[in-house]
């Protein structure tokens, strides 16, 4: 496990345009927060093992947001395993209470990956997409009208 420290200093997202949707949320506990500004470049549902075990549930809702789009506050652990594409897939607990909070290194990567269960207004999740779909229980449902993959898509 590695431990990362996210910098107040990127708190918060004063430079951008106050008219663009304001996503908000954060652990169990609030001691790490974040903002994104704009609508997600994805969002969805994800079948695959690894985010089955890292959520403790047959999936995991996620949202996809520039890095440049998304802020960060408080303390985080990381935890890494190999992605299906074969790199690292970084995931970011809470500190103190060790929820699940978003993928991606602060500072590093182009792209952040939100979980929706952190949000502050769950309302904001509209998946467009299951992922991993083939790895499902027969017992969870997809909902209607997402696009469904077997596989991770383009991979």
Known sequence: MNHAGVSRAEWPLTDMDESEKLVTGGC???ALRYEARGEPQ???LCYCGDCCRASGSAFIAFMGFPGSAVRFSGATRQTRSQSAR???AVRNFCA???SLVFGGVV???QSHTIYAGSLDDPTQFQPRMAIFAANRPAW???PEGLTVFDRM???
Do not use: V
């Open 96 to 98: 103190i209470c060790s």
């Open 153 to 155: 898509p383009g991979g």
């Open 86 to 88: 074969g790199s690292d």
């Open 28 to 30: 169990l506990c609030g």
């Open 140 to 142: 969870c449902a997809i």
């Open 107 to 109: 500072g590093q990567d």
């Open 42 to 44: 994805y969002a969805g």
